[in-house]
């Protein structure tokens, strides 16, 4: 079955440094998406991406954060300087025609 | 903004007991979908209900929207320990531009003792 993938499973990095969190969709997969889920709360988007270009962002999503689809496989997620506050597991997802949303397995960011 | 809320926010059970988790929404939604994330995983997606008042069943599990498709029910009957996780419902806005924007409610932590 086809799954989104998404690495790394875990970065740790230092406060002020810059992330970029990657996503592989499903191949044939036309929204793409970013949430993130800090400990023991609930998944909350962030960003979603429609033909090269954000489609809707939520609050949460300032000028620190990016996205990008560089070639015709990956998408990202980039934080340009980490805040403390920004560790967590932070979830990319795809969908095609259907409505249906399938998620990766997650990067779990921690920031020091 | 929308807003989904779900309750409760954790459900301990023994195994064989049913289990009931409810999600209601401030606004009216085009569809839900439920997910179950086990611990330490991420949210694998369950079903989508898209009709007012529909009613879908999988094995055990038996989902429902609301008749004003702002609320909905996953009832699981006689629990089992690999049920156990957290359960999410999201909500997908009615009208408007989204792309398929989720929103997601708290979750309900289930825990069955075997």
């Known amino acids: 079955e086809p799954e989104v993938t998404q690495t790394p499973s875990h970065q740790v990095t230092q406060m002020g440094q810059e992330v970029i969190l990657r996503c592989v969709p499903i191949s044939n997969h036309l929204y793409f998406y970013w949430y993130r889920q800090i400990l023991g709360q609930k998944v909350e988007f962030l960003v979603s991406f429609y033909n090269n270009e954000i489609s809707e962002k939520s609050e949460i999503f300032d000028d620190q954060f990016s996205v990008e689809r560089p070639d015709g496989s990956n998408f990202t997620l980039k934080i340009r300087s980490t805040k403390l506050e920004d560790s967590a597991m932070y979830f990319c997802a795809s969908r095609g025609y259907k409505n249906i949303q399938y998620f990766g397995a997650g990067t779990r960011l921690s920031v020091l | 903004g929308q807003q989904v809320m779900q309750i409760p926010q954790y459900q301990h059970v023994q195994e064989g007991e049913d289990f009931t988790t409810y999600c209601n929404s401030s606004?009216?939604?085009?569809?839900i979908q439920w997910y179950k994330q086990r611990p330490g995983g991420h949210p694998v997606f369950l079903i989508q209900l898209v009709k007012s008042g529909e009613v879908k069943k999988q094995k055990r599990l038996t989902f429902q929207f609301g008749e004003a498709k702002k609320n909905s029910s996953l009832h699981i009957t006689a629990t089992q320990t690999t049920d156990v996780g957290t359960y999410f419902c999201a909500g997908g806005p009615r009208g408007g531009t989204s792309y398929g924007k989720l929103t997601f409610g708290q979750g309900t932590i289930l825990t069955v003792h075997p």
């Open positions: 606004t009216t939604l085009s569809n």
